[in-house]
Nanobody, 121 residues
Framework: QLQASGGGLVQAGASLRLSCAAS????????KAWFRQAPGKEREFVAA??????YYGDSVKDRFTISRDNAKNTVYLQTNSLNAEDTAVYYC??????????????????WGQGTLVTVSS
């Protein structure tokens, strides 16, 4: 089970750190990822972490950072320089993903409930 937290309402330019805590099983050997879904839009890839390698969507590259703490079974998403286009529900996911498919939401079989990030301009 994955539990996402850390969302909130912030002004443009602010930062937030999202957390995704795993329980029930150890996810350290799985790929971990963040996706987001804005109102009326498809769920899109944000970032992924697999065996120490990181992957980012083009719209968040250089602003967001994904990291993990295996001892806490938690993955984080540090979001910086937020803008109104970042407003969305952010979901964490985990799964035994092939490296070249880390950006596909269908590759992940465990999902958190989502945490809402709202950025006011």
């Amino acid at each position: 089970q994955l539990q996402a937290s850390g969302g909130g309402l912030v002004q443009a330019g602010a930062s937030l750190r999202l957390s995704c805590a795993a329980s029930g099983r150890t996810f350290s050997s799985y790929a971990k990822a963040w996706f987001r879904q804005a109102p009326g839009k498809e769920r899109e890839f944000v970032a992924a972490l697999k065996w120490g390698s990181t992957y980012y969507g083009d719209s968040v590259k250089d602003r967001f950072t994904i990291s993990r703490d295996n001892a806490k079974n938690t993955v984080y998403l540090q979001t910086n320089s937020l803008n109104a286009e970042d407003t969305a529900v952010y979901y964490c996911a985990a799964g035994g993903v092939i490296t070249n498919q880390v950006r596909r939401k269908s590759s992940y079989d465990s999902w958190g409930q989502g945490t809402l990030v709202t950025v006011s301009s």
